[in-house]
């Protein structure tokens, strides 16, 4: 009996380290280059985007603006997305995310992670 119960283990063993082989890569999404907050409009809903610019106001619980060169939009952040970091409204951000449409409301970004640039002050006039 004991030569049978090893024989199945070990089969059992050889057949699912075949298995694991055969199965393809998880997904990973891919960001794009950095999306002009102008060009979110254009965008379909789910799309990965990347943000470039600063975050400006907080409008709620993990809700916020942010701002570039092009115009703003509100962004999503959620408490596990922020990794230890704190963020001055002077302070260059990346964020790569998805971007969110609704039928009435206007497009958000729902944030996967940030980055924070080095240290670029802007003047008072430039918020």
Avoid: C
């Avoid at 950095?34 to 619980?61: D, E, F, M, W, Y």
Wanted: no cysteine; net charge positive; aromatic share 12%.
């Amino acid at each position: 009996m004991n030569k049978f119960t090893l024989t199945i283990f070990t089969a059992a063993a050889l057949a699912l380290t075949a298995y694991s082989r055969l199965r393809p890569p998880a997904e990973k999404t891919v960001y794009a280059a950095v999306t002009p907050v102008s060009r979110l409009a254009a965008k379909a809903n789910r799309n990965p985007v990347t943000l470039q610019g600063h975050l400006i106001s907080k409008l709620g619980p993990e809700k916020y603006l942010f701002r570039d060169p092009s115009g703003s939009v509100a962004v999503i952040i959620e408490n596990e997305d922020w990794n230890g970091l704190y963020i001055h409204r002077s302070d260059k951000v990346q964020i790569h995310g998805e971007l969110r449409k609704a039928w009435f409301f206007p497009p958000a970004v729902n944030s996967a992670f940030i980055q924070k640039f080095p240290t670029e002050r802007l003047s008072r006039q430039q918020y």
